[in-house]
């Protein structure tokens, strides 16, 4: 299995760079953070061991970002998504530990794309989630956990269509993407696709993540406000697109 200690020392720099990249874009827009480093790291590892050291991170940036916002935690929502990610996260790690990995690779790519494609457009407003929507989404969320270590997007836009807060909407969203990554470890330790020696090695890369999240905070008092979605639409598009080019390629040798 692929580590941090038997990589080049030029991927190893590309591995900080991206955790660092997404822990800014996460700090700078709120989102993103999973959507960034997913795609680099599953050039880089295998993509379980990819996507299970994406979860790792998401989740300890998920507690720190969580700790000071518990109270804005909305409890019926986050339980039903918990529910939805209980039942759609067995799928997501059947595939990602059954198909090909150019497959999963080229998976990836296509949902961070679709994603960026969904969050282009403007979002109507509806009110309170219903419960079943929120299990749905936790669902689906599950499943593209299970598959890339990509649980935010579904519950993203369930939230955003909300009329909840701001606050609310993230804090929420922090404390499910966290949940749900533990829910998807669990079975993949179990199954021995990922170590405790490997979960080790990329939690040592929080500090990179805590860095770029505090550059991505700082940077947001000091850009328009207008061009915060566009910023970190765009460099998602561009990561998307490019890890699109190169699984096709892998799958094209």
């Not at 996507?51 to 700790?67: D, E, F, K, P, R």
């Not at 890339?148 to 909840?164: E, K, M, Y």
């Not at 020696?197 to 850009?223: C, E, H, I, K, Y």
Request: glycine letters at 10%; aromatic letters at 8%.
């Amino acid at each position: 299995m692929v580590g941090l200690l038997t990589i080049s020392p030029a991927l190893a720099f590309a591995s900080v760079g991206a955790v660092m990249l997404g822990g800014a874009l996460q700090g700078f827009s709120g989102f993103g953070f999973s959507l960034v480093i997913v795609p680099i790291l599953s050039l880089i590892f295998v993509p379980a061991e990819a996507v299970a050291g994406a979860m790792v991170l998401q989740c300890l940036l998920g507690i720190y970002s969580c700790w000071r916002t518990a109270n804005f935690i909305n409890k019926p929502i986050i339980s039903a998504l918990v529910m939805g990610a209980v039942i759609g996260t067995p799928v997501g790690l059947w595939a990602l530990l059954s198909l090909p990995e150019s497959w999963i690779r080229l998976i990836i790519a296509v949902l961070v794309l679709g994603t960026v494609v969904q969050l282009r457009h403007k979002t109507v407003r509806h009110g309170v989630p219903r419960r079943s929507w929120s299990t749905l989404a936790g669902t689906v969320s599950g499943v593209m956990n299970g598959v890339a270590g990509l649980s935010g997007p579904p519950a993203v836009l369930l939230l955003h269509a909300s009329t909840l807060g701001v606050q609310e909407i993230r804090a929420t969203l922090n404390a499910f993407v966290s949940i749900a990554d533990v829910i998807a470890l669990v079975p993949l330790m179990a199954v021995d696709k990922i170590s405790v020696f490997s979960l080790g090695q990329f939690t040592a890369l929080f500090p990179s993540v805590w860095l770029g999240w505090q550059g991505g905070s700082w940077l947001l008092n000091r850009v328009d406000a207008r061009y915060h979605r566009y910023v970190a639409i765009t460099i998602l598009g561009i990561i998307s697109i490019l890890t699109l080019a190169s699984a096709t390629l892998g799958l094209l040798k």
